[in-house]
């Protein structure tokens, strides 16, 4: 895709790996979100692994230069040090967020570092992989309580009202922590009867609840079903109200979802597992 000059951003950021760009981009990320006026566009370069093609990254980060008239911002989790070196001499604001970190710790270990490309992909020959991987596949098997049979093998079973972020947070669970995250919706039906579901009763000790604030709950579910009854203001309102009425009078430890991040929210759910 050609770059453009378009103004509706102050500044372009571009990420550079020899793998998938995903860490540079998750750090860069972190770092830029401090500065919250500013409109950045951000672009990821994966996959440099040669001096090629830092050169054409080059060329590439260049040209956005010169379209903005503002030399561009790159974090770069380059590891071979001949292709960072090409990449350097680009007119840009070069953050290199290996050599930040690693070379401390080579320092303070006493030892190099194996300055091998692609070192985070042997995570996919490890255990701890191999469990993030069983551990997606179980939470979208038990997604919106679609499966009973076996809830007695999962970490934390979320539960709350349609639409308050389950379904997320147990997928963030999954893929960054392997836990085995199942989720189960608390619907009008529940709060008719005045109890959970039968079956939640059989694994309680493991669930943890979610809410959310009944004007942002409206939001979203407009948007999924425009102009429905469940979606109506006062509807969400009676469907929290009941949820977190439930929650409270069963004990389950839970918390709102609606000005908090799915990285904090997960790490509340986290914490809570650790104390269990």
Known sequence: MPDTGDTRYDRTVFYLSDGTGITAETFGHSLLSQFEDLRLRTVRLPFIDSTEKAHEAVERIERQGRVDRHRPIVFSTLVDTAINDVVRQANCRFLDLF???????????????S??????HAAADSEAYRNRIAAINFSLAHDDGQQ????????????GVSRCGKTPTSLYLAMQHGIKAANYPLIPEDF???????????????????????ERLAEVRQERRPGSRYAALDNCRYEVAEAESMMRREGIHWLSTTTKSIEEIATTVLQQLAER
Not at 115 to 120: A, L, P
Not at 192 to 214: C, M, N, T, V, W
């Open 99 to 113: 050599a930040t970190f690693v070379e401390p710790l080579e320092v303070e270990f006493g030892v190099r570092s």
């Open 192 to 214: 008719d009867r005045g109890r959970l579901p039968d079956e939640l009763y059989r694994h309680k000790a493991k669930l943890f609840g979610l809410s959310i604030a009944p």
């Open 148 to 159: 009973h049979s076996e809830l007695h093998q999962a970490d934390v079973i979320l539960v």
């Open 115 to 120: 300055h091998r490309m692609g070192r985070s």
